[in-house]
């Protein structure tokens, strides 16, 4: 599973290494994350809040994520706390606690995370949300030379700009009040969610902002980061990317640039079953008793997807990664293996399942883009009418759990928001904890075996739901 969406949306999986990962030493409270907001805080107070509550046994994350539970501020204004969370990437904050410094300072003295009481909340005045109390008129707005979205509204800027210089008034007002109404936001703009309640935003505007917000996401090892990065710089096209020499591509992004083009575009069924038939005869050339299953949107039963899942492992336990390396081993002697990141197993068995949505799964995986060929797949390839090659890169992601733990890994593959939303139940319903590793059972302290998904289902006294039943 790789970052390169068809169209823009959130990326599959952060990496680890993007997220500077807490320490995990001598953590105490494995649900409870901790988020400071560094805002009027301040930076040498924040890292000794930090520091601080992590010598306590607190998990403190350095980045604001929805594996966030407990976000703390100290004075800011709830209103403009509130309009910078809503106008940030987490889609988890209606669960999370936003709190005054006060319920930090009683869970510091008690040595652990005190109960959440009303006198702890920043709650935003009942008042309508701020982004919907932005004015369209400039005088009632403040707009301080603090711009938070200077990529946006430079855009915005030169299309006025060249509206104006052909003549075309209405297209330029629209774009400059645009601009004028992004500048007063005391946040920056992450995704178009956010500008929904916001005036003046017309549907120019809106497509301007997803544009610019995906423009270099897009490619596959580009994350956030790196896009703001060139666009900073800058950089506003893809050969302005590759013209700088300044700028030095990783190996994924080489590949992401080399085969833009084909993994933008959806992979079909017919291409997705042919995939298969290529891993398949691969698996089963090194271990005939191999198992290999598909799994995400494909099992779900989409038409179309932006890579191809598998699980593949063996029944032999502990011989899969072996497997997988061999696996790659063998695509790369059949000359169609474009790109390979290989992960190595990091899983222990003796760790508590995690309830963290983007946590990456610690299971031998890879994440590969293969050459397949038109000849391969019934009815041919999708591709563009002009385009003679003959083949197309696709991306396929493999990973390999040992076998007994392959019913959590086919549930949480076969994946969408549901699966959030199983770990959510578990967790809240059930006191258990369930990710693509194990279940744990928190009341019992012990960890559930399966089997099957249907185990897993039963164990959490839920009724099965099929895999195409799932597209949440
Ligand atoms: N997944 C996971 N852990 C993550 C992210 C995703 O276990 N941190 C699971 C959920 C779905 C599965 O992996 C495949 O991921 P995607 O390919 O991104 O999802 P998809 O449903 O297959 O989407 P698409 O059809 O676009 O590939
Ligand atoms: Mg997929």
Known sequence: MFHAPIVPRARKRSRPAEASAPRREGVKFEDVRLYLVERKMGRSRRSFLTELARSK???????????????????????SLWAWLKGGPVKNLPVMHVLDISWFTDSMREGKPVAVETRHLIQVSTTPTPMSTVSQYACQRRTTTQNNNKIFTDAFEVLAESHEFNDMEGPCLAFRRAASVLKSLPWTVQNLRVTED??????????????????????????????????????????????????????????????????????????????????????????????????????????????????????????????????????????????????????????????????????????????????????????????????????????SPPVDRYAFTLLGWSGSRFERDLRRFARMERRMLLDNHALYDKTKKEFLAATTEKDIFAHLGLEYIEPWQRNA
């Open 57 to 79: 046994g607190f998990i403190v994350e350095d980045v604001l994520s929805d594996v966030v539970t407990h976000v703390v501020s100290e004075d800011s204004q709830a209103s």
């Open 198 to 399: 916001l005036p003046c935003l017309g549907e120019h505007s809106m497509c301007v902002i997803e544009l610019i917000a995906s423009l270099f996401t897009s490619v596959f090892g580009v994350g956030p980061k790196t896009a703001e990065k060139w666009y900073r710089r800058g950089l506003r096209s893809f050969s302005d990317v590759l013209a700088e020499p300044s700028i030095h591509l990783n190996r994924m992004q080489q590949s992401g640039f080399l085969h833009y083009g084909d993994i933008s575009r959806a992979v079909s069924k017919a291409e997705a079953q042919a995939l298969g038939n290529i891993i398949d005869e691969a698996v089963h050339a090194i271990t005939p008793d191999a198992i290999l299953t598909l799994t995400g949107g494909f099992r779900r039963g989409k038409d179309f997807g932006h890579d191809v899942d598998f699980i593949v492992t063996t029944p032999q336990l502990g011989k899969e990664e072996r497997l997988l390396t061999s696996v790659i081993d063998r695509l790369k002697h059949q000359g169609i293996l474009l790109y390979c990141e290989y992960q190595a197993s990091t899983f222990d068995e003796s760790k508590l399942p995690s309830h963290r949505f983007e946590a990456m799964d610690h299971f031998a995986k890879c994440f590969l883009i293969l050459r397949l060929e038109d000849s391969q797949v019934d009815g041919g390839l999708q591709t563009a009418e002009e385009d003679r090659r003959g083949w197309r890169a696709v991306r396929v992601d493999l990973v």
